[in-house]
């Protein structure tokens, strides 16, 4: 924590929850909350590309304040993308609506490696003006500094754009390992050094989102992606924040996923939270409501949240989430009753 952070944020509930400590009550936020459901964020961001309005410190800061008004969550999601970085250091890429991060030239090579450059503070000037900005805005609210973990960087370097099957990064990772290892080196040490900048401005928490490991074998993520999250979270350790380790479809990678470095584990909706626990060790967790049960009728929703919180009383921490981002076609409404109804569980 910053020397000039609000005193109120040591005891916030997110914070003390991801610290393993006893918060008043369980915290909530709602991961890419804002961009999926918010009418004032879809205002905002019309007519601005993705990477345009992550490179708007204005923009950032406004899009990140957005569901903290709306709903009172017990943290914020800084507003970025995980390829922002990659852009910022002059990767030829961008995000095409409805597509994802596309990628005009994939890595294929050593060559292709090396010439990515590292990130430097002065590559994302605006990301630490956007950070200043909310944590004199947010006060008490602890906000959440994020990066993309460097297995999924990778596969959108290698497939040059998203994948279902990962066969190119597959193909790289087991037949031309020392590519491979040059480029988890290269990305873990970006998103290291994009994780300090947003601590440096102030941010509470980082999470590092590995949205395709469960393409991953247990024994392919310890052999080829393991040692390079580890690298990057072991920085972040360094910051002196807690770490949250999230992966969509990881139900096989828990117990990898928190050895790599997380005080939380964020768990997706596919598993039992009650499960998760008892892979995840000495270890919080992380979420992890199905997105979809927002459009079931309200009392389905609460009642389904409130197993969650019950299950989530045997972890060291619990931040209850979604089991992954609000889907676009979600009612804010809903999303604001279950806030309230968490933080009034009793």
Known sequence: MTASADPRLADSAF????????????????????????????????????????????LVTE???????????DAAIFFSDIVLPLKAVGVD???????GPVVASPVSTMADVEAIPD?????????????????????????????????????????????????????????????????MRKIA????AYLEVQVSAGASAIQLFDSWAGALTPHDYRTFVMPHSTRVLSAAADLGVPRIHFGVGTSNLLDAMGEA????????WRTPLEHAIERVGDRGVQGNLDPTLVFAPTEVMLARAGEIIRAGRAAKGHIFNLGHGVIPATNPDQLKRLTEFVQTYE
């Open 63 to 73: 899009i990140t304040l957005q569901p903290v008004r709306r709903y009172g969550v």
């Open 93 to 99: 890429l961008d995000i095409v609506a409805g597509v």
């Open 261 to 268: 470095g997380a005080d939380v584990v964020g768990v997706d």
């Open 119 to 183: 990130l430097a503070p002065e590559h994302v000037p605006f990301i630490s003006q956007a950070v200043r900005q909310l944590v004199a805005e947010l006060g008490g609210t602890p906000l959440i500094g994020f990066a993309g973990a460097p297995f999924t960087v990778a596969s959108y370097l290698v497939e040059g754009g998203p994948s279902k099957d990962h066969a190119r990064t597959k193909a790289m990772m087991f037949g031309a390992p020392e590519v491979w290892d040059a480029l």
């Open 15 to 58: 914070l003390r929850a991801a610290r393993g400590e006893t918060p008043d009550h369980t915290p909530v936020w709602f991961m890419r909350q804002a961009g999926r459901s918010l009418p004032e964020y879809l205002e905002v961001r019309e007519g601005v590309g993705m990477l345009e309005s992550c490179m708007d410190a204005d």
């Open 189 to 192: 040490g970006i998103a290291a």
